[in-house]
Nanobody, 122 residues
């Protein structure tokens, strides 16, 4: 089973940028599809973005498309989420999810990390 650790969250002003990392251990991430989800207090978990194991297929939620970019570096066993033009509505705990199947990732059925907090002040 792959173990995932998210990092890179923090406090940022609206309009600023953050880069989140999802690092894998236990197994190589090269054969896994990886997705990012977020959950704000009192809100349902929301899909944010996903990337295929080969890095050629991408999926974005409408709320972040054009502002967020997902990428991966298999040599570093890490997937990134570059977040630009951040808004207060982006405040949430961000989690990554990984599975060999993209279907399992986009439905949140893969392996979860423990999350990293992103707070955007207006």
């Amino acid at each position: 089973q792959v173990q995932l650790v998210e990092s890179g969250g923090g406090l940022v002003q609206a309009g600023g940028s953050l880069r989140l990392s999802c690092a894998a251990s236990g197994r190589t991430l090269s054969s896994y599809c990886v997705g990012w989800f977020r959950q704000a207090p009192g809100k349902e978990r929301e899909f944010v973005a996903a990337i295929s194991w080969g890095g050629s297929d991408f999926y974005y939620a409408d709320s972040v498309e054009g502002r967020f970019t997902i990428s991966r570096d298999n040599a570093k066993n890490t997937v990134y989420l570059q977040m630009n033009s951040l808004e207060a509505e982006d405040t949430a705990v961000y989690y990554c999810n990984a599975d060999p199947s993209m279907i399992e990732v986009t439905t949140g059925n893969g392996s979860w990390g423990r999350g990293t907090q992103v707070t955007v002040s207006s």
